[in-house]
C-alpha cells in the first residue's frame, strides 16, 4: 500500500495529532513572543519620538504607574506623575528638540508580562542656526518593561552615558 493510502492506527494518529498540537503550542508561544517584541520596540520609538519633539505628556505616557527613572547625572525617579514633572522640569534643560537622536541594537527578551531590553543611543547637538553637528553622545539605555491593562509600559529606564562630552556632564547653553 502506497503512503498516500495507509491507513493508522488509531494510537499512530493519536500520537501524531499530540505531536502536532505541542508544534502549534510552541509556534504560538513563539508568535506571542516575536509579537510582544514588536510591541516593546513600538513603545521605545514612541518615547524616544516623543523625547525628540519634546512631547513630555507622550513621553511620560511610556511608562508604567510605579515606574522608575534613573538616568546619567540626575537623581533616580519614581512613580509615572514624579516623571512627567521631570521630564518638563529636568530633562528638557538638556533635551529642547533641536538635536538628533538614534537609537539602534535592540536587544529584548520577554518573559511573560515582564521584558528587558537594552539599547545603544546616539545623541547628535548641533548649532542651532546652520544644523552643523558640534558634537556626539553615545550611551545604553537599560530598560525593564511590564504590560499594564493590555499594554506594555516602560517600568524602569536607565540611562548611561559612554562617550561623552570632554570634561563630562550635560551639554548647556546651546539653545
Not at 512627567?84 to 538638556?94: C, N, R, T, V, Y
Not at 518573559?111 to 542651532?128: E, Q, R, S, V
Request: aromatic letters at 12%.
Amino acid at each position: 500500500m502506497s503512503a498516500a493510502h495507509r491507513v493508522d492506527s488509531f494510537s499512530e494518529v493519536t500520537q501524531r495529532l499530540i505531536a502536532a498540537e505541542s508544534a502549534i503550542e510552541a509556534l504560538q508561544k513563539k508568535v506571542r513572543i516575536a509579537a510582544d517584541v514588536q510591541e516593546i520596540q513600538v513603545l521605545q520609538v514612541r518615547y524616544v519620538n516623543a523625547l525628540m519633539c519634546i512631547d513630555w505628556d507622550e513621553a511620560a505616557d511610556c511608562f508604567a504607574e510605579n515606574a522608575k527613572v534613573d538616568v546619567y547625572l540626575h537623581e533616580p525617579v519614581s512613580g509615572k506623575n514624579a516623571i512627567a514633572k521631570f521630564f518638563k522640569s529636568e530633562l528638557s534643560k538638556i533635551h529642547a528638540g533641536k538635536e538628533g537622536l538614534v537609537y539602534i541594537h535592540p536587544i529584548v527578551t520577554v518573559n511573560g508580562d515582564t521584558a528587558c531590553g537594552k539599547w545603544l543611543l546616539y545623541i547628535m547637538y548641533f548649532y542651532p542656526r546652520t544644523a552643523q553637528s558640534l558634537f556626539w553622545v553615545q550611551g545604553f539605555y537599560r530598560m525593564e518593561y511590564v504590560r499594564e491593562n493590555g499594554n506594555w509600559k516602560i517600568s524602569l529606564m536607565t540611562w548611561t552615558e559612554r562617550l561623552g562630552l570632554p570634561g563630562g556632564g550635560p551639554p548647556t547653553n546651546l539653545w
